[in-house]
């Protein structure tokens, strides 16, 4: 599976539609390993642009901070889970934390 991450300066940024880069984090489900993490940079924004861009490259799950509905919809079209509300943690953090249960999600902090 493939873990899609909007990054800032290393940790998850609320704002995942003006990340400057996404973490593409590769992970065994079975032994909820992290086999190889990739960063690379976002495309310029664009509304409903990353729900097809992040699918070109294989994700299958984003965790975001915040994120609208329509935003959630077209991903999930996609056929990519979302998990929304995520803190500002690194991406091995996230998808530790995540496959243990542990993953403290919040408020989603996107409205639009």
Not at 5 to 10: D, K, Q, R, S, T
Not at 68 to 80: H, K, S, T, V, W
């Amino acid at each position: 599976m493939k873990i899609a991450i909007p990054l800032a300066e290393g940790k998850l940024t609320m704002h995942f539609g003006h990340c400057a880069s996404f973490a593409l984090v590769d992970v065994d489900p079975q032994t909820k390993k992290i086999i190889k993490t990739e960063e690379v940079a976002a495309p310029p924004h664009q509304p409903g642009l990353l729900p097809p861009w992040l699918a070109e490259r294989g994700a299958n799950m984003i965790i975001a901070g915040g994120m609208g509905q329509r935003a959630q919809e077209l991903f999930a079209r996609q056929g990519i889970q979302v998990v929304v509300g995520a803190p500002a943690e690194t991406p091995e953090k996230l998808i530790t934390d995540y496959f243990a249960g542990t993953l403290m999600v919040g408020e989603n902090v996107c409205d639009h």
